[in-house]
C-alpha cells in the first residue's frame, strides 16, 4: 500500500528565513506532486515531478525529487507572510494511475 | 484550461437529510473522478473512484450505500450522501482526469454542514 509521510506538520517561521519540508513515500512512483491549500478552498497545484532529479522552481518555492530515495522536499527560500498555507505532497502509484495518495500537510505560518 | 466545477460549494441541512452534490468538467471529457474528504485540519482521503459508464470503486470502509457514486456521463459525476448525519460533515473535493497519466484537476469543493 502507498503510504506518504510528509514533516513536519506545522512550521511556524519568521519572514526572510528559509525551510524545507519534506515528503516520503513508501513505494515505487515517478509522479510527485505539491499542492497548497489557503483555508476554506480547496487545492492549487504548484508543482509536478516527473523524474529523478527533477527540481522545479517557482518564486521563492522550489522542489525536487529523488526517486531512489522515495524522497521529495520543498524548499521556501526568504519566506514572505503570503506564503501561509497549507502544504500537501501527493504520489501517484506507479502500478495504479488512480491511486494518488496524499501527506499529512504542512501548516505553515510565516509572521513579520 | 482543465477547468472542474464543483456544485453546492457550502450546504447546512438537518440531519436525515440526503445531499447530492455534483462535479463537472467543463472543458474536458473526463474518464475518471475522484471524490475525496476531507476533515478539519486534515489531509484529503480518498473516498472512491469512479469511470463513467461503471459502478465506482470505493475505498476500503468507504459505504457505498451511504455515499453513492452516478458517473453518468463524461463531464459529469455526483456524489449523494444519504441520510447524512453530523458526523458526515466535512469538505467534499472532486477531481477528474482526462486519461492516463494526465493530472488531477481540483475542484473548489463543498463543504457540507449537518445540524
Known amino acids: 500500500e502507498l503510504k506518504v509521510e510528509q514533516n513536519p506538520l506545522f512550521l511556524s517561521m519568521q519572514e526572510g528565513k528559509n525551510y524545507t519540508i519534506y515528503c516520503n513515500y513508501s513505494?515505487?512512483?515517478?509522479?510527485l506532486y505539491w499542492y497548497r491549500q489557503d483555508p476554506g478552498k480547496s487545492l492549487e497545484s504548484l508543482f509536478v515531478?516527473?523524474?529523478?532529479?527533477a527540481v522545479k522552481q517557482e518564486g521563492r518555492l522550489m522542489a525536487s525529487l529523488d526517486t531512489k530515495a522515495r524522497l521529495s522536499t520543498l524548499h521556501i527560500t526568504a519566506a514572505v507572510h503570503d506564503l501561509s498555507a497549507t502544504y500537501f505532497c501527493?504520489?501517484?502509484?506507479?502500478?495504479?494511475?488512480?491511486?494518488?495518495?496524499f501527506g499529512a500537510g504542512t501548516r505553515l505560518t510565516v509572521k513579520p | 484550461g482543465a477547468v472542474v466545477s464543483q456544485h453546492p460549494s457550502w450546504v447546512i441541512c438537518k440531519s436525515g437529510t440526503s445531499v447530492k452534490i455534483e462535479c463537472r468538467s467543463l472543458?474536458?471529457?473526463?474518464?475518471?473522478m475522484f471524490w475525496y474528504r476531507q476533515f478539519p485540519k486534515q489531509s484529503l482521503m480518498l473516498m472512491a473512484t469512479?469511470?463513467?459508464?461503471?459502478?465506482?470503486?470505493?475505498e476500503q470502509g468507504v459505504e457505498k450505500d451511504k455515499f453513492l457514486i452516478n458517473h453518468a456521463s463524461l463531464t459529469l459525476s455526483t456524489l449523494t450522501v444519504t441520510s447524512a448525519h453530523p458526523e458526515d460533515s466535512s469538505f467534499y473535493i472532486c477531481?477528474?482526469?482526462?486519461?492516463?497519466?494526465?493530472?488531477?484537476?481540483f475542484g473548489d469543493g463543498t463543504r457540507l454542514s449537518i445540524l
Open positions: 469512479s469511470n463513467e459508464g461503471s459502478k465506482a470503486t470505493y
Open positions: 472543458d474536458f471529457q473526463a474518464t475518471t
Open positions: 515531478l516527473l523524474s529523478n532529479g
Open positions: 501527493a504520489v501517484v502509484s506507479k502500478y495504479n494511475n488512480n491511486d494518488m495518495r
Open positions: 477531481s477528474a482526469i482526462q486519461g492516463g497519466n494526465q493530472p488531477q484537476h
Open positions: 513505494t515505487t512512483s515517478d509522479r
